[in-house]
């Protein structure tokens, strides 16, 4: 097994370093306390190919696997910045790339590749289904050549500046499917032609940006907005959520990298008593022991994705990554927040920023309880625990 970076994943990490490297924290500390959108830096990753990295060359993008897509992601965040805001146009598409019609990937993936569509978000939480996505109460009503779609969706990020959306809701009502799994499809939706069909209403979060609760009013759709087969759209985003889980893992990865470049500068450099505190074990050692559970941490989120980029099943490994790589960022920014004491509370440090995001990391996309249940009962085989 190697465990070396090759010379392209290299140039790729000193590509998405480049380009993070024009936009400082400060960008990124006004982007979230404003709420505003990093549009600049989006245009710039877009136009440099990062975004359109995973789609395949005849689409127009690079043909890049998951373990340089998570490389991109882990750059953005080491870098200081907040990959949530692109890392949806990396694997949203992936429902399209591998359920879609030849007719659908032709007329979008091309401009999802280069940046003039935005394909940056999925609407599928709901207030009362939660994780339990088989209870979604949307609902799209087949008429003739179209569907009339109502219901609604919560924490549905980036939908005031995306122009497609993918879309789970129910065809088929759950007490008339012989398997609860079954009756939900997939839709891709151009925001841009809905009209008063979607109302939105932004939701405040302590991570800023464009959070949005959804409200489907007798929207129509035509019948060439499914993806894959009617009542089946469940599984055709099972395999995208395995690959989100690694490019999450990625940028998990990369926020407990900066909070260990933080907290190392500042021990060595912060005297206290005369002496560096970085001196002092009860400074050091959490930030060793953070940075050891990133080393294998990482470990296990590349064997996942060079599993998944072989079209092996990854998706215990996908999981378990996700964990371990947010707990250990995690573990990271508690130890970079104590390092700096009281002034990790100051904003022009970042590090209270940052830390919301690792935080965050814990619950979302997927709460570490659920991957802990998912091991225990899918890996482990024992008895399911809820």
Not at 56 to 68: K, M, Q, V
Not at 301 to 323: C, P, R, S
Request: charged share 25%; with cysteine; glycine share 8%.
């Amino acid at each position: 097994m190697d465990f070396e970076f090759s010379d392209l994943q290299n140039d790729i990490r000193a590509g998405v370093r480049e380009v993070c490297s024009r936009f400082d924290l400060d960008y990124w500390r006004q982007s979230h306390e404003e709420h505003t959108y990093p549009t600049e830096f989006v245009k710039a990753m877009s136009d440099a190919g990062w975004l359109g990295a995973l789609i395949p060359e005849e689409y127009g993008g690079s043909g890049l696997g998951f373990t340089e897509g998570a490389i991109i992601l882990e750059e953005v965040n080491r870098s200081g910045g907040n990959s949530n805001q692109v890392h949806a146009q990396m694997y949203t598409m992936g429902a399209l790339l591998r359920h879609g019609s030849e007719e659908q990937k032709r007329k979008y993936l091309p401009q999802i590749a280069d940046g003039s569509l935005r394909l940056q978000t999925f609407a599928v939480t709901e207030p009362d289904a939660g994780t339990d996505t088989t209870k979604i109460k949307t609902f799209a009503e087949k008429k003739g050549d179209r569907y009339i779609i109502n219901g609604q969706k919560i924490f549905i990020s980036r939908f005031n500046n995306t122009d497609l959306m993918l879309l789970l809701a129910r065809t088929t009502p759950l007490d008339k499917v012989e398997k609860r799994t079954h009756g939900i499809s997939l839709f891709l939706i151009d925001t841009r032609e809905v009209g008063n069909g979607i109302e939105s209403t932004k939701i405040s979060t302590m991570l800023g940006g464009d959070t949005n609760q959804l409200f489907f009013n007798d929207l129509e759709v035509p019948e060439e907005c499914l993806i894959g087969e009617e009542g089946r759209g469940l599984y055709c985003v099972m395999d995208g959520m395995v690959a989100e889980r690694i490019l999450v893992s990625g940028s998990a990865l990369g926020n407990g990298k900066w909070f260990i470049d933080q907290a190392v500068k500042y021990a060595n450099e912060r005297v206290v008593f005369n002496r560096p505190i970085g001196q002092n074990q009860g400074i050091q050692f959490p930030i060793a022991q953070a940075y050891m559970e990133l080393q294998a941490a990482e470990a296990l989120m590349y064997k996942a994705a060079t599993k998944f980029d072989n079209k092996l099943q990854a998706g215990a490994e996908a999981n378990m990554a996700k964990y371990l790589c947010s707990e250990a960022a995690y573990h990271a920014a508690e130890a970079c927040m104590q390092t700096h004491g009281g002034y990790a509370a100051a904003n022009e440090y970042h590090i209270n920023r940052k830390w919301m995001q690792a935080r965050m990391m814990k619950i979302a996309p997927i709460s570490s309880n659920l991957i802990l249940s998912h091991v225990g009962q899918h890996v482990l085989k024992m008895p399911r625990s809820y």
